[in-house]
């Protein structure tokens, strides 16, 4: 899943029905990804009324967005998925 990414960063609302699918995404997978990337930087950002997004950074700093607002947690899955092919 992780594919060409160096960092992922989540940022996203604790409350915003907007950012559901994002939070259930962190609670199913963030333990997972975390154990057999052990030093991999996944990074989440939690705060009141923000905009669920993902950002990946990439070799040589290049950096890359995602929208994960609204979407379910499957489809924070493969927004992640689609992120990290990028590059």
Excluded: W
Excluded at 64 to 80: F, P
């Amino acid at each position: 899943m992780l594919g060409n990414l160096r960092e992922l960063r989540v940022f996203l609302c604790q409350t915003s029905p907007h950012s559901l699918g994002a939070r259930q995404f962190i609670v199913k997978n963030y333990e997972a990804i975390k154990k057999q990337n052990p030093r991999f930087p996944f990074l989440i950002r939690e705060s009141q009324g923000i905009e669920a997004v993902a950002y990946g950074r990439f070799k040589q700093g290049k950096e890359e967005s995602l929208s994960l607002e609204g979407l379910s947690e499957q489809q924070v899955q493969d927004a992640i998925t689609k992120l990290a092919k990028m590059h």
